[in-house]
């Protein structure tokens, strides 16, 4: 009977601890620090990646003392290959390219839909329009570029053969667009609708599509 008492005891009192444990016990030991304290991230034009300026003071809870925004130009990917960023936001399709040809990038996980839209002229009415057609991106092999040429493949164009891009900043992009030198552009919303011309009537053609977000306008494939 004794053995019985005691082995009740002593599951009861262990019983308690756990208990305590798990509703917020104090834990003694810290959790382990960074292996570095110094963290690198890419600063680019556009909200697309506003959560990584609301992450800084996330960033240095988490240990990180010194948090640098880099500046880049709109090709964000360009500071993985020169080693001068460590981590960033951006669009997949140029990372799946990249890793494609071999280099040494780790993607962490999805952040958001995307913030890109199709600007065009009123010559440009669908996707399809865009055969034949000028189209304005900052870099060859940037997001705005691997977006159209994505979509353009999608509607059965070759965008090697049937686009033709033209390399623009995006706001000699929209100078272009109101006096109608070139038919389309792939721009980030917020900077583009703020600059936009209100004489010139720009059609938006294309948002990324996601289950249970309606599209602010289409103007279809």
Request: aromatic residues 6%; glycine residues 10%.
């Amino acid at each position: 009977m004794q053995s019985t008492h005691t082995r009740r005891r002593v599951l009861a009192t262990l019983s308690s601890a756990a208990t305590a444990g798990l509703i917020g016990g104090k834990v003694s030991a810290q959790e382990a620090r960074p292996e570095t304290t110094t963290i690198r991230l890419g600063k680019i034009p556009g909200v697309c990646i506003a959560p990584q300026y609301v992450a800084e003071e996330l960033l240095r809870g988490e240990g990180f003392t010194d948090v640098q925004y880099v500046e880049l130009s709109v090709n964000v990917y360009a500071g993985f290959t020169a080693g001068t960023i460590d981590i960033s936001m951006a669009f997949i399709a140029p990372y799946i390219i990249q890793l494609d040809a071999g280099l040494p990038l780790v993607l962490l996980g999805g952040v958001h839909a995307g913030c890109f839209e199709l600007f065009g002229t009123e010559r440009i009415k669908a996707v399809r329009d865009l055969k034949g057609k000028t189209v304005a991106v900052p870099e060859l092999g940037s997001a705005h570029h691997v977006f159209v040429a994505a979509m353009a493949s999608h509607v059965g164009i070759d965008p090697k053969r049937d686009i033709n891009f033209v390399i623009q900043s995006p706001a000699e992009s929209m100078r272009s667009l109101a006096e109608g030198k070139i038919d389309a552009m792939m721009g980030q919303s917020d900077r583009e609708q703020r600059a936009r011309p209100p004489v010139v009537s720009i059609f938006l053609l294309y948002r990324c599509r996601t289950p249970g977000v309606r599209p602010q306008a289409s103007g279809g494939d």
